[in-house]
């Protein structure tokens, strides 16, 4: 167990440590966490949060580079947001999904206004790993078929099937290998699997790679192919030019569906409403949750193009949630698309991301030789973290064990210890904070990112 690390006062936070010492005794007595060995965990007691910050019941106040899970992404506490809410709280707060709803219909519109091509049919779900299970099961019953096919590297939900999508080893104690689900190997120059030496030959060989492997499963076995359109959890990998279009392609020439992953990169996280506008790809379904609200009320969905749609017009779609589209969910996804329309706060991702983020993040590898890699777009970038500039070998191995991953830790600590809440998978770092985060905010945070990589640095060999 390691003590929390000290960061700055919160100005306006009254600080009541006992009641700090109360919330964390009830949560480590009762909850159970996440993706969690229970006794080796010490969550955080949060007192509060606004904006780009939260802080604890000491008053320490930190800069979230993480938002949340990557989630909320107008900040914490947006006022108008909030006031949606409670609006609706007061209106309606709950009905069933066979009714149709103001917010309901109205949160649709706007989310079809926005999504590619002619996406235009939303079914809302709780999150993004419902999303996920209803696309899956969407594609299977369109197509009559029942393999899935989807990439190492990648991150697509905790429930059964969408866990065993997933291409990290999250999957590895839920997989019994029954599930329909076939991987592949996606584009990643930086750490190919294809011995490529350009972003162009990393392209021609992975989709020569996905394209005999559907040739050796066969084609007429296969219901969909499903990607994240940039990957999040497993490294913010941006695919090389002309790669989204060669999948599409090889979808449409065997009858395949093609689903994008746009759970955490959609609603403006690259600087885009949805990452797929980066690479001018319509996929036939579209996953998302997260930004869409910015987490205020849980909310995910399918978008869906009006092929898929048509096969279920005179078809029941066996399928459906108690809380589909539940009107505070709702309310707070109006609320937010329109809030991030008033404030430019796409096109304030996208300005930072460029102006702000590209060159400073540049900087920090010239600077520190634990950065193997930069990438990414919007607010969203990764750092790569090595141990050796000569193999470019991760700074900590793939599923480090808790003895094995003291350089992470003790990076995160350094970063925490000068207020900065890092996001830290595996060897990497996440670059992910709130879309409507301000140039000074941004540049305190990479301030206290550059002191942090120099205990990274420590870890070098040689």
Known sequence: MTSQPQAQPQPHATPDPA???????????????SWSAQDMIEPLAVAGAEGSYFWDYDGRRYLDFTSGLVFTNIGYQHPKVVAAIQEQAAKMTTFAPAFAIEARSEAARLIAERTPGELDKIFFTNAGADAVEHAIRMA???????????????????????????????????????????????????RSRFYAE????????????????????????????????????????VPPPGYLAGVRDICDRNGIVFILDEVMAGFGRTGEWFAADLFDVVPDLMTF?????????????????????????????PGGLTYSGHPLACAAAVATINVMEEEGIVENARRLGETVLRPALAALAERHPSVGEVRGTGMFWALDLIRDTETQEPLVPYNASPSSNAPMLAFANAAKKNGLWPFVNMNRTHVVPPLNITEEELKEGLEALDAALKTADDFMVG
């Not at 987490?295 to 399918?302: D, K, N, R, S």
């Open 19 to 33: 009641l700090g010492r109360a919330v964390k005794a009830d949560d480590r007595a009762h909850v159970f966490h």
């Open 198 to 237: 350009t972003e162009e030959q990393e392209c021609a060989r992975a989709l020569e790679h996905l394209e005999t492997t559907i040739a050796f499963e066969g084609p007429g076995t296969i219901a969909a192919v499903i990607l994240e359109t940039i990957p999040g959890t497993a490294g913010i990998m």
């Open 289 to 317: 949750a997260k930004g869409v609200n910015s987490g205020y009320v849980p909310l995910g969905g399918v978008a869906i193009s009006p092929e898929i749609a048509d096969t279920f017009a005179m078809r029941a779609y």
């Open 140 to 190: 299977r019953l369109h197509t009559g078929r029942p393999k899935v096919l989807s990439a190492y590297r990648s991150y697509h939900g905790g429930t059964q099937q969408a866990v065993n999508l997933t291409g990290d080893p999250r999957r590895w104690p839920s997989d019994n290998g029954s599930a329909g689900v076939v991987h592949f190997w996606a584009p990643f120059l930086y």
